[in-house]
């Protein structure tokens, strides 16, 4: 029952931009770390960006960093990830999970350390 549910994907050209969103209904954002991760046809999961609960910091994967934004609204127990620059190697499933802080501070991008997850988002950056 308890399950991000991801929106915001869709087709836009190399070099624009959307905005994903991920709903947590449930999901006290000040205890759980949120990260972004995506898939691309006949490739691996990869981590995107996380952002931590405790403290609200960031990571990012070095092939987003500078286009991408993760954020958060505590309140509407949401978070958000700002995609800008869009490039067609961004094209992929988005997935949002969610993982209980395992200390403070915590951040990861590293699909085994989150046990809940979205059914995922399309995103296709082309011409």
């Known amino acids: 029952q308890v399950q991000p549910v991801e929106s915001g994907g869709g087709l836009v050209q190399p070099g624009g931009s959307l905005r994903l969103s991920c709903a947590l209904a449930g999901i006290n954002l000040d205890y759980y770390a949120i990260a972004w991760f995506r898939q691309a046809p006949g490739k691996e999961r990869e981590g995107v960006s996380c952002?931590?609960?405790?403290?609200?910091?960031?990571l990012y994967a070095d092939s987003v960093k500078g286009r991408f934004t993760i954020s958060r609204d505590n309140a509407r127990n949401a978070v958000f990830l700002q995609m800008n620059s869009l490039k067609p190697e961004d094209t992929a499933d988005y997935y949002c999970?969610?993982?209980?802080?395992?200390?403070?501070?915590?951040?990861?991008?590293?699909?085994?350390?989150?046990?809940?997850w979205g059914q995922g988002t399309q995103v296709t950056a082309s011409s």
């Open positions: 999970a969610a993982e209980l802080s395992y200390y403070s501070g915590f951040r990861s991008l590293r699909s085994a350390d989150f046990g809940l």
């Open positions: 952002i931590s609960g405790t403290d609200g910091s960031t």
